[in-house]
């Protein structure tokens, strides 16, 4: 039986490939929060988490994603994934998720790190 954490991970990557608004919003709480970069003011509410992914969407087929799920306990996940975007350049990935006792993210906090085009 899949960990709360994978299955969060596989419905992220389910709406990362369909950009369908219900699929991104059903992740997170309606008072989530969801940091995409250390200096940007955080996306915070379920419509503003929506809106920003829907705005700044990645097209289906333009990128794969790789991931493994580096330690879970309790409410906290860590996920170390390679997003990798073969007609741009590649980034490695640590996601922190906070989850609610439903499954759903109440915190959500992306890193990523680029890599030279095509890079190991």
Not at 16 to 39: C, H, M, R
Not at 79 to 84: A, H, K, M, N
């Amino acid at each position: 039986m899949p960990s709360r954490g994978s299955e969060w991970v596989q419905g992220y990557v389910a709406a990362w490939k369909s950009n369908d608004p219900d699929e991104i919003g059903a992740l997170f709480t309606d008072d989530a929060v969801y940091l995409t970069a250390p200096d940007v003011e955080p996306r915070r509410g379920r419509e503003a988490i929506v809106a920003g992914w829907v705005d700044d969407l990645d097209e289906p087929g333009t990128w794969t994603f790789d991931w493994e799920i580096i330690h879970e306990h309790d409410d906290v996940v860590l996920v170390q994934g390679r997003t990798e975007y073969p007609a741009e350049r590649d980034y490695l990935n640590l996601w922190i998720i906070r989850l609610a006792d439903d499954g759903r993210a109440t915190e959500f906090t992306e890193w990523y790190m680029p890599r030279p085009h095509g890079g190991d």
